[in-house]
């Protein structure tokens, strides 16, 4: 059999771009289905048969049957919220066990790896990055300094007394910085409380295949077999490119891929990217776009704008095609995917950023976070297409003005729309 490559799905802005609905729409196509960074920030949401699941370190193939999920090593896990997916799949009868394997050396996110991430955005004050403070920042430094656990530790006979010694630092640390330990809370838990939580946790992933998981991918790549790798936030937050300091702390881009599974860069195949019609952000830092006005309101209602993992309302705005050049260049996308289209479906003008201008020069180059603050921003107008998108299943029957609007991105961005997404459900899909 001829050897595969891997396929990756990936937002191309700040996160939230539909990910999730298009691993699932896609999961048939594939075999393994594969999570390569972030951790629990992430909220991803999938629909079908009138229900939304949401999912936070679990591959958001996990409802088909047949197809195997992996975490992969560049993935961080929270032991408590992946038993919380755990139950939550179970109780909709589906048993994770049966159909997700764990990599060997992805981090675990201690407790107390959540109350440093509190501690240092407290400490931050209005600077502060916006955190979804589920300890993504802490744990990363950690695995960069060399001091993390990873999921083998738990098979290890010393666990418990390695899990100490690094909680006993993180305790140090939380004290240098005069944080208050005794009334914080994790969850609406007590921390003695969670802590006992996530050992419970901890026991529950024994009953997962612990693997490595690059040598699994590696060797179902030499038998053909398909790996869909999915993303979790969004280029514009990647640690390197994003607009930093007001970014996650991983690769969210595709070289996060090579890293977070441990495949060569000669095995990357297709490239989705996912963006939204629009443009959306949680948290701090800069956002060109950004609306503060009656129509940023009406994309935040109409778009049901508020994070699946925080509950943020996200702050929203045109879309932004400088910036999702520089997405598509840095990921090496060979397909778009545009979600959110019936979104705007009753707005009567629609606009997008074409340039930013510096001074008198306008170009096209992402600015870097201190000049965002002086660029003004140069637009293009189109006419709205003012009706429903209910029930169209083919690009030819989408309404004139939006395959207008979705052909001029095409045309900027030199690359194929594949894939029209008109709602949330995994039906409200165009395929081209
Ligand atoms: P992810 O993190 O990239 O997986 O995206 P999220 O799940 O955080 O946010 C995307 C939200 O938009 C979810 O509530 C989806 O159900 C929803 N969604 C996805 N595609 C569409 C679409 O085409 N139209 C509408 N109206 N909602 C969509
Ligand atoms: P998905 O996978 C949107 C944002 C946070 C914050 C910054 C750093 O659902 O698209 P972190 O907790 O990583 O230290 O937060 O990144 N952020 C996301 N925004 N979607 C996400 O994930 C995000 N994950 C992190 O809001 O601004
Ligand atoms: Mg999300």
Not at 289 to 294: I, R, S, V, W
Request: some cysteine; charged content about 25%.
């Amino acid at each position: 059999m001829e050897k595969s490559k891997v396929d990756v799905i990936l937002g191309l802005q700040w996160g939230d771009e539909g990910k999730g609905k298009f691993v699932d729409v896609l999961t048939p196509k594939y075999d393994i289905i594969a999570r390569f960074q972030g951790g629990p920030n992430a909220g991803h949401t999938l629909e079908f048969n009138g229900t939304k699941h949401v999912l936070h370190t679990i591959p958001s193939g996990i409802f088909h049957p047949e197809k195997v999920n992996l975490i992969g090593n560049g993935v961080l896990i929270d032991a408590y919220i992946l038993m919380k997916e755990i139950s939550l799949l179970r109780e909709k009868g589906v048993e994770p066990s049966e159909r997700m394997k764990i990599s060997d050396k992805a981090n675990l996110i201690l407790p107390t790896h959540r109350i440093l991430d509190a501690a240092m955005e407290q400490s931050k004050g209005a600077a502060k990055i916006g955190s979804t403070v589920k300890g993504i920042g802490p744990t990363y430094t950690d695995k960069a300094a060399r001091c993390g656990l990873r999921v083998k530790d738990i098979l290890s006979p010393n666990f418990i007394s390695k899990y100490e010694k690094l909680r006993a630092q993180h305790i140090q640390m939380l004290k240098d910085m005069h944080f208050d330990l005794a009334s914080h809370q994790i969850e609406n838990m007590s921390v003695d409380a969670y802590e006992e939580a996530w050992m419970a946790g901890i026991e529950e992933m024994r009953h997962f295949e612990i693997i490595q998981s690059e040598y699994y991918i590696n060797d179902a790549l030499a038998k053909g077999l398909k790996v869909l790798a999915e993303g979790a936030q969004g280029s514009l937050l990647d640690v390197d490119f994003g607009s930093y300091p007001f970014v996650t702390s991983s690769n969210t881009t595709t070289a996060g891929v090579c890293s977070g599974l441990g495949v060569a860069p000669s095995n990357i195949g297709k490239v989705y990217g996912v963006f939204k019609a629009y443009c959306t952000r949680v948290g701090s830092g800069p956002f060109p776009t950004e609306l503060f006005d009656a129509e940023g309101d009406k994309l935040r209602k109409e778009g049901r704008e508020f994070g699946s993992t925080t509950g943020r309302p996200r702050r929203c705005g045109w879309l932004d095609l400088p910036a999702l050049y520089y997405a598509i260049m840095l990921d090496g996308v060979t397909d778009l995917i545009v979600t959110k289209s019936d979104v705007l479906n009753t707005f009567e003008r629609i606009r997008l950023c074409d340039g930013y201008v510096l001074g008198d020069k306008k170009m096209n180059v992402f600015p870097s976070t201190d000049e965002m603050e002086n660029i003004d921003l140069s637009y293009i107008d189109m006419p709205g297409w003012e009706t429903s998108l209910e029930g169209l299943t083919s690009y030819e029957s989408l309404p004139q003005a939006l395959r207008t609007y979705l052909e001029f991105i095409e045309n900027k961005t030199k690359k194929k729309i594949s894939i029209v997404s008109t709602g949330p459900d995994r039906s409200q899909t165009i395929l081209r």
